[in-house]
């Protein structure tokens, strides 16, 4: 079936560095991509989405790209905070059309202090 | 208020028992969600509400049972479980099904425990 998956199951990085969280989609019907945190003990909570007529989306600290060639998105997060360690999902969907909801494997994220 | 709120947010219960799962919002949000969430895994889609009709029942088993009393509830009834529905289960609620509406949000989940 379609899937959203993602490169790399675990992410260290320093305090204050740059993470680039990466996850590849397979419907080429999608259109609409989520990105959600997900810390200990929580559910998901939004951070960032982007439509297909986009390349890039910036919100505060964080900025999604997604390159439609290869089925391919990404989330950077500038100058990584302990706060932000946690599992990062990316989501998939049709925009006007509710249809197929998928989450990626996620990512989970450590930040060292 | 962007709260969803679960109750309740543990619950231990035989295969033989019946419980019910609630989950309350009061954004005005038309569109709810059940997820299924394993340990280390993304959650699942079980079902999904719309203006209080059910809209998307991904293949869940009957002893699974939603029900939308109203825009602002979401009940998910259990009865005859197996060990291997132990899971956390999340609910979600989004103004619409449709584009930027669609952006859920989710509530910290039950954490169900089937002996």
């Known amino acids: 079936g379609e899937s959203v998956g993602l490169h790399l199951p675990t992410l260290s990085v320093q305090e204050g560095d740059n993470s680039i969280i990466n996850c590849a989609y397979s419907?080429?019907?999608?259109?609409?991509f989520i990105w959600y945190k997900q810390e200990s003990g929580k559910g998901p909570q939004f951070i960032i989405d982007?439509?297909?007529?986009?390349d890039k989306r910036q919100g505060q600290r964080v900025t999604v790209l997604l390159n439609k060639t290869v089925k391919h998105l990404s989330l950077q997060i500038a100058a990584t905070q302990p706060g932000d360690s946690a599992v990062y999902f990316c989501?998939?969907?049709?925009?006007?059309?509710?249809?197929?909801?998928?989450f990626g494997s996620g990512t989970k994220l450590n930040v060292k202090p | 208020d962007t709260e969803v709120t679960q109750t309740p947010k543990h619950l231990v219960m035989g295969m033989t028992n019946k419980k019910s799962l609630k989950c309350e919002q009061h954004?005005?949000?038309?569109?709810m969600y059940w997820y299924k969430q394993k340990a280390k895994k993304p959650p699942e889609l079980m079902f999904v509400?719309?203006?209080?009709?059910?809209?998307i029942n991904e293949s869940v088993p009957s002893r699974f049972s939603p029900e939308c009393p109203n825009s602002s509830l979401l009940n998910l009834h259990l009865h005859a479980l197996q060990p291997e529905d132990s899971a956390l289960y999340l609910c979600?609620?989004?103004?619409?099904?449709?584009?930027?509406?669609?952006?859920?949000?989710f509530g910290a989940g039950t954490r169900l425990s089937v002996l």
């Open positions: 419907n080429s019907a999608s259109d609409y």
């Open positions: 509400y719309s203006y209080e009709k059910l809209s």
């Open positions: 989501a998939e969907n049709t925009y006007y059309n509710f249809n197929k909801f998928y």
């Open positions: 954004m005005g949000h038309r569109a």
């Open positions: 979600a609620s989004s103004q619409d099904l449709a584009g930027a509406k669609n952006i859920q949000y």
């Open positions: 982007i439509r297909s007529n986009m």
